[in-house]
């Protein structure tokens, strides 16, 4: 009998697949799009709400704050499964995006309760972030898994990218760079109005993308699509103990952590490191725009190479961390442009700025895989939410530390080609391995 019940694990994938990696995208869309909410849209909210530099910080600041109870995540979706932890999330994000809607006249009460909003939307991060590699395991075969692990770790990105160009073109902004035909009525009740109608939209989209996975978002399949999605796992407990313990895996995870949590941190102050330099708040929401949709094609296309032609992970990986090293080494000098007497046009920055989110942003699902090939069988929630916890301790130190030093930014953006090179240098060392890829291939044959 147990022989039997076993025969279907050889792999069988179904078609609902693609609604349920629909549903995870677009509850990691709308989450990006939250937090990232204030950021391009910096100096229209210290107008009307009254937020200072310190605030603005804050409100990106939540994002990594978030991640603070990670391991509870990561327990819950290795012992309950992807319903439960979603539906957990998607009311977190309904709760945190619905307090930010509260019609208060008291401007301190007002921006308390958008501070509690950015907050709860937080907290989604740890599930929209770490569960790409399991439900792509979960849900679909290995000739498809880097693929729907980058669809799905990704649209948290491209949901960011949507921020910076909702925000600037529905928000005029005080200097009158606004798009918008309306702009001469740029004032601080107009500008409030505008804002409030991006936040209830917002709110709407999070109650909608809700509403659908509590009518239909299983926690699994009912056969597994692969010898190693039926495989036993190691415990909560021994897995902790098999990732600390592994040196190849904390190199790998320090050469993801440190510039993804870099970059995530200084794309989320774009529009505050680009103010001295003369860029307007549309140019720089275009910008993070572009570089973050850039990186989202490409890690889908570099994803689907993977699929195609397996045991590459670290070559691109190489190719990328390159490509992302040399790119932010040219934002940094062009912006000295007292020093290295560099043209500072809006072409350079914006293709500075575009290629290094191509390369950084693209990296993250090759890292997810190789992250998962190189524990097996620790469960691929729990080894994501190690890195992205990491990562996130990163972009908090960097982004604490912006809090007090936010009146001049060469530090900052010399942290992006540091933090890349040193990836590029760990990983350039690592060995990889394909514990996971391994099994399914000889075990399936």
Known sequence: VPVR?????????????????????????????????????????????????WDIALLVFWGPIGFAPCFFFMWLMDKKGLRVTVLLTSSLMVLGAGLRCVPVSDLEIRKKLIHGGQLLNGLAGPTVMNAAPFLSTTWFSPDERATATAIASLLSYLGAAGAFLV???????????SHLSLVSQSNNEHIKD??????YAEFGMVSLIF???????????????SVAAASQRLSYRRSFCRLLSNFRFLMVALAYAIPLGVFSGWSGVLDLILTPVHVSQVDAGWIGFWSIVGGCVVGIAMARFADFIRGMLKFILLLLLSGATLASTWFTLTCLTSVTHLPLTTATLYTSC?????FLNSSVPIFFELFVETVYPVPEGITCGVVTFLSNVFMGVLLFFLTFYHTEFSWFNWCLPGSCLLSLLLILCFRESYDRLYLDVVVSV
């Not at 575009?354 to 191509?358: D, F, M, Q, S, W």
């Open 5 to 53: 019940r076993l025969a279907p694990l050889a792999g069988r994938v179904y078609g609902r697949r693609w609604l349920v990696l629909l549903l995870f995208s677009l509850l990691g869309f709308a989450q990006g799009l939250v937090w990232n909410s204030w950021g391009p849209i910096q100096n229209s909210a210290r107008l009307a709400f009254g937020f200072s530099g």
């Open 167 to 177: 925000g600037p073109l529905v928000v005029p902004s005080p200097n009158g760079t």
């Open 194 to 199: 505008r804002i409030e109608a991006v936040l």
């Open 211 to 225: 509403s659908a996975a509590l009518a239909y978002f299983p926690s699994r399949p009912p056969f597994p699509p």
């Open 354 to 358: 575009i290629l290094l989110g191509i």
